[in-house]
Each structure stands twice: as C-alpha cells, then as structure tokens.
C-alpha cells in the first residue's frame, strides 16, 4: 500500500504563485510515475503534469504550460508541482497520483487551490 500527502494549496491572487507539494509513503520502491490531477467545481477530475520516477521525464497538460513546472525528490520521495502567473481558472481541488510498477493506482486527498481575480 501507498499513502500520499498533499500540502501547499491555498488561497492567492491572480498572477501569483503556489508550490504543491505530495509526500508519498509505504511501497514506494515500486513507483513507475507520479502526476498531478485537478478538479473544479461541476467538473470533471482533469490531467494537469506528471513525471516519471526513475528518468524524471514530465508532461504538462497545454493548459498549464509555461506556467506549472512538475518536479521531484526521489530521496524524499515527493512530488513537487510549481505553479506560476496563477489564474481564477486555476481554481480546483488538487490531487496527487501514483502509478506503481505493478500496476496499482493511488489518489490523495486532495488540497484546495483558489484563485481570487
């Protein structure tokens, strides 16, 4: 099993920045790839970046481009999400994933990002 720990959202102005921060526990030592998902209001849970474990290779969603930087710490095992020049859109709940190597899928509990206009 994996326990994931989301921190970092909050409340921020539009144009600021917020880093999100996911601490992963228990059987890491099988994790293939960690990601950033998000959820707004009446909306559908969307991909938003991830990154995979061993090469540290990303992909953002288009959205967020130029904007949000994924990154992480395979000692701390943490995954790190950046977030710049926020805007109200922005706003979601937002939540951690991970892949394992054998096939299992797990989902934090989520951390509130809301960006004020």
């Known amino acids: 099993q994996v326990q994931l720990v989301e921190s970092g959202g909050g409340l921020v102005q539009a144009g600021g920045s917020l880093r999100l921060s996911c601490a992963a526990s228990g059987r890491t030592s099988s994790t293939y790839a960690m990601a950033w998902f998000r959820q707004a209001p009446g909306k559908e849970r969307e991909f938003v970046a991830g990154i995979s474990w061993s090469e540290g290779n990303t992909h953002l969603a288009d959205s967020v481009k130029g904007r949000f930087t994924i990154s992480r710490d395979n000692a701390k095992n943490t995954v790190y999400l950046q977030m710049n020049s926020l805007k109200p859109e922005d706003t979601a709940v937002y939540y951690c994933?991970?892949?394992?190597?054998?096939?299992?899928?797990?989902w934090g509990q989520g951390t509130q990002v809301t960006v004020s206009s």
């Open positions: 994933n991970l892949d394992s190597d054998y096939g299992n899928n797990y």
